[in-house]
Every structure is written in structure tokens, then in C-alpha cells.
């Protein structure tokens, strides 16, 4: 309840009260154990769409977002949203679509960065998610294949992963969720066989290399 | 959840499989079945995607990205290869999640590859949803059909090598190649070399690989260690010289008289130039025979009695499991049974033709049921009846008493040489079924105008008749004469119709073989009854609906089906699925004979080799199609 006590009216914009009961749905999701296997998660691996904004700087104009539940891919398990005219009704389907589960990103400051901004000028307030950045964790769990920071284009290609429609937010979240299934096994093998043990790897600088 | 987005990434599964066969030609309603319900999982190289162990597979995969290896395990080949590749857009393991078995193969990543995987359930809902990729499947599994023969072939070719006969030049008996040794190494070294190798014979042979001596078993007790013989003396110093040796092209039966003449068990086989090829022992030469096609045939057509026909019949037998042990096909196997016992009722019926005047009389002798089908097995009673014609000179009770007396004494002498009286006594001594040509069609008749019960029973057994003696121009008009009555009768077909859908497929509604609920036979299903018959049937009703004249049952699908309009490729997955059934009873006969109990129908699926298992399930499946069929065209 801690986080939705921010997302009342009077800390921010006027919550009207479908969306006021929409987010307390999301507030009574209960929250996933993380120390439970990658192959017992949900992960869900979002990537954005923005825009030039007038004062300078990205404005999100679009999300898409891909679970990978248990390990598996299903389509069915899928969101996208534009967010025109009723940005706080998308960035809610959002977070309802999340559930609570850790996020997956490839390039974290700006994709973290540029959500959690949307979060905070539609619905008030950021919410407390777990996020895990691919442009991270690859260079660490395959240094063989290629070692330091690189772009998506390269880890893709790494693996074969077809990019579709790179202007597509759902199509490039799909391509970043096949990046995160090569990513779960590879950690597996590492011993990281759980999302904390992934987020605690991923914070601690020992572990990390290239960055 | 969001539709849209769920629409986009099942396009991108569409995408993908239109661009690969059987996908590429399915039904587009079944197409979005599929790509709705494809999930989407990464496999590292090297790691396992699905092994025998896991059981039943709940997934059938489909490779996305990557390559996938298919690999035998465990030490007896299934298939005819051991490991094979699967690229994007192969599925597997299709013969194990059509049959709900654990799969034969172990399916590993030999790269980093994505796999889309699709619950067992909907895989076979898929099937149900789209003809394309059941037949895909279908002819799948026809494939391993032809891998289970090669597999029989395997099983049963021990027992063919025993059969083979004693004209066989030892070229074909050596089984495997020689265990020899220099005559300058020292006896200890020969004597583990023979231990290393477990044979009962040693042969010594020159650099030039002839041979110059020989050491069995039974000298070394004897030669050597009663004597005290130093082990470090060559074997030259302790071999029998010169060894007993023959060509390559000697037979079988040259060896047994070698072996005899100079007391030994062991005859050192060389070619042309006196090399060593091989080691023929005793017992080698134990199980041979001498049975073979062309001798078992002329043993019939000169026989002078009974008794010479007996051994005739026994050799029937023994043919029919070499056939059988050299993978030749249920078709052709039961088509040999028939032609020789064919043969041997002839010969019968002209033995007491000798003794029978019935010259200057119209009749021919009719085989009823299974050999009326040439689909005789090796337990079948006898089934037969008489057709005459009575001239207008005779009377009809003297001629009929005549005609009777023959064939009591060619009932009896049928008996005698293995065919066992039938029990429901259909045969040609029975009045009722030595009958004039209007005799017969007046019968026909009746059952086609009156379709109770018993009348079909009849018609199932009787409709199924052929000539095996006499005049053939007797039956032929009668057979016309019946095709034009069933096929203008429309109620009697669709009485015969629902006559052959009395029994279904043995198939469970969880997809598992329904096997008999019969205490005295738990687990077992009779193949006769739920397997063959239900191919039988229908084919009868589709033959007489047609007016096709065959009376075997692939044939009758065959000719029959592609009159009404059945493809072709169908009527021939159905044809094997019958085959395939006729296959498993003889081999189950075969084997019940071998064990001294008595040939019956009932096979336990749980003693089918995982193959024959998948395969049998698939015939009944060919079965439940063809019952459908029925059931449509006659709406039942």
C-alpha cells in the first residue's frame, strides 16, 4: 500500500475513479517471490517508443511489452499501448500488465529513465519495480561472445534473433524478450538461477564486467 | 490482455510457418489454431530438449531458429538412422505424441536454438482441424510402418538363418569373420587370443592367409594341459595340420558330410584361392531345413496321399515364418499362405476325385470367410460350400448324395492336413450348403431382401466366396448376379453398413488402447475382432455398394474407394493400417505356435515393441476413418 498512498489525489494529477480502482487493483496483486526459479517467473520485458519533446529530451509516445512466463514466450501474453490522448489509462494497463513482476529493459538509463518519467507525470509517482538491464547483464554472462557494453544490434545478431520492425515497440520488446530467454539460460548455468539472485549480480560491481 | 498485441506477435508465427511445409499447405483456420497456441523457448546448444525418459511428450516441438538432433538411445535401432538433423520448421516427435508414448529418440540442441512448442492436446486437435497436416502425419508414421518391418527383419533373422536350407553355399552361413593366428606365436598368446575373442575354434593361417592348422576347445584338454604342454612353444607344435577345410561355394550340406566323415565339428571355409573366410561349426548347421516355395509346391501337386500332404501343410507352415522372419509384408505373406493352401485343398479334391465319379458334372468347390478373401491366417478353420449345376437329365437327390459323400471325405482329409472342421460346420458336407446355382441365388436373395440379423451375419461370411476348384464360369455369374442385387438395394447396404459398425476401433478416449475388460484375458485386445474386422466389413459393404468383384480386403478398398471418389493416398494409409494388423496377428500366431500353445488373435499392446505400438494405433485410427465414412455415407 505504500507506493499507492503516493498515487492519491492531492501528491499529483486528478486520478479519476476507474483508474483510482485500476491501481489499487495492481496494488492488491500479491508480490512474486523472487527467489523462486527463472523457469517459475514471469518476467516482462518492455521497450518504448518516444519523441523529440519540445523543451528537449524524449517524450515516450508508445510501450510494448512481452512476458516470458516459466520460461516460454506465449503470445498471447503480449501488451502494447500508444499513449496520445489518455497517457494515464496506458501507463496504468502498463503497470496492471507488469503485475508486479521484474522488468526487463535492454539499456536501462534511457528505457528505465524514460518509463519511470511517464509513471511519475501521468499516475503521480514511481512505482517500485525490479528492473534488470540486458545491456548489462549480456556482457557478464557471455564474455565470449562479446566483451564490454554493446549495442542491441550486436547481441541480436549474436544469437540470431531476427529484428522485425525496429520502430515497433512490441516487435523490438519481442526480440529483447528472445535476448532474455539466452540470457535466463546462460545465468542458470552460472549458478544465477533465480531473478534475485540476477538483480544482486546485477548490483554488485565484482560480478560485472565492461561496465 | 491485449488483443492487438497478441495479434501481432501470433502474425509473426504465421509468418514463419507459411514459409515451411506441411504448414505452408494448411487450412488457414488451422494455421491460426496453431500460431495462436505456439510458445516460444530457447534450448543452449548442447542441452536436451526432450529424452525418452520424460515419458509421454507434452509438447510437440517445432524448431524456430537453431538445429535440433534427433538421437537413438538405448542399444536396439528403432529407425534406420541414428542420429538426424532438424532445421527450421521440422516438428517433432510426431510418432510418440500421435500414440501418447514416451519418444524412441532424444532430442538435443546442437546449437543455440529456439523451439516453438504446442501442448500434446492441441497437437491433436490440430489434426482433427486440418486434413493436410493429418496427412502429413499419417504418412509420417507410414514411414516408421516400413522401419517396423525392417525391425521384424532384425528380430526374426536368427531364426531365418536356421531355416535356411541345406543347398545354402557356406558363403551364406559364415556369420562372422575368422579368428586366426600366425603359427609362430606362442600357445599362451593364441590360447587368450581365443578367450578375447570367445570362439570355440582357432584356426593358424600363413601371412599369405592360408590356413595351415586348426585348435578347437576340445584339444586344448587333451593336447595341452593334461601333457603339460610348455605354453611358450608356438601353436604350430600343438594344431591339428592340415586343417578340414572347404570352398566358399561348397553347400550346407557338404559340410555336414565332411564333418562326418573325419569326426570333426569344425571346417575352415576359404575362397578361390584357398584364403581363409570363415569357421563353420556343428552347430551351425543343426537347424537347417529344407523347405523352400518351389519344394513345398511340387511336394503338393505329387503327393500320392494324405500323409505326403500333411508334411506338405507342416511345411506351410515353416515357409510362412521364413517369409515372415525375411520382412516380407502381410499382404504378400498371407497371398503365399493362400496360393499354397490353395494348392493343397486342389491336390485333396483330386485325390478323391480318384475315388468320386463326378464326371460330366457343372460344380465348383467355394472357399468362404478368410481364404474366400485370401486372407487366410495360420488358425483358420475350414469354410467352404459346393455350386452346382443339375442337369435336366438327373435327378436331383443322387447327384446331391454324391456331391455330399466327396466332400465329407475332402472335409475330413482338410482336417487332417490342419485345417480344423468348423465349428458352425461351413462346409461343403453340410446339404445346406451343397447347393444348385437358383439354390444359392435364392438364398443371396433372401438376405438381401430380408437384412435380420443372421442374414448379414451370412452375408459377411458367404458374399466373400471363390473358386479353389471347378467351374469358375458358375461363380462368376453369380457374382454378377449379386453385385446387381446389393447395389440396388440400398437398405441392405446401409443394414450392412451399421452391421460393420457394430465393433469400434479399440481406442480410448484418452487416446490409450481400450484392451479386453474379459478376466481370463487382461491387457489384451483381439486383434481379430476389433482390428481386422473392422477393415474387412467395411470394405465388403463399400465392394458391393461399387460392384467390385475382388474379394480381398485391399483390393476391395482399393477398387471400391476410388470408384467413390476415396484419394487415392488415403486408401492406401487404410490398406497398410489392415496390413499392418494382419502382420501383428501372424507374428503372434507365429510365435504362440513357436511356444506350443495354440494361435489365437489376442495381443497385449504392453508387449508391443514402442514402434509396432505407435503403428497399431495409427491403423486403428485408418479403421475409425474408414468407419466414418461410413457412417456418412449412410448416416448412421
Redesign the interface.
Known sequence: MNWLSRLLPGSGPALDPALRSTLEAIAAIPTPDLSRSHYETRYVVVNTETGPMDGGGQRLLAVGAVAINKGLLHPGDAFQARLGSAPAGAMAALLKFIAKAPVVVYNAPFNQGTLERAFENNLGSIPPLDWLDLMVLMPSLYPERIAGQARMDAWLGAFGIERLDHRDALLEALAVAQLHQVALARAKQQGLGSPRELLDAQSSRKWLRGS | ??N???D???R??LDFLRRHAPFDRMEADALRFL??R???????AE?EILMPGDGAPNFFYIVY??KVQARQTGGVAVTEYSTLTLGPGEGFPIGAISAGRPSTNGYLAVE?S?CF?LPAADFLKLQELSPSFQLFCTRYIASLLNQSREQLQVQFSQRAAEQQTMTTPLSGLISKSPVAVAPGLATRAALERMVEAGVGCLAVAGDDGKPVGVLTQSDILKRIVLPGFDLTRPIADVMTAPPHTLKANASAYDAALEMATHGVRHILVVDAEDTLKGVISERDLFALQRIGLRQIRSGIESAADVQALQRASRDIRQLALNLLAQGIGAEQLTQFISALNDALTRRIIELNLDRHDLYGVEYAWLAFGSEGRHEQTLSTDQDNGIIYVLPEWADKEPLKLRLLEFARDVNNDLAACGFPLCEGNIMASNPDLCLTFDEWREKFGSWIREPHPEALLNATIFFDYRVLYGDEKLAHTLRHWLLSMTGGTPAFLKAMAANALDVSPPLGKIRDFVTDDDPRHPGTIDLKKFGARLFVDAARVLSLRAGVEATSTAQRLRQAGSRIGMPAEELSAMADGFHFIQLLRLRHQHLDTDHGSSGDNRVKPDDLNELDRRILKEAFRQARKIQLRLKLDYQI
Do not use: K, N, V
Request: glycine share 8%; no cysteine; proline share 4%.
Open positions: 490482455m491485449d492487438t498485441a497478441a501481432t506477435l501470433i509473426t508465427h500460431g495462436e505456439l510458445a516460444t523457448a530457447f534450448y543452449p542441452s531458429r537453431g543455440d529456439y512448442q
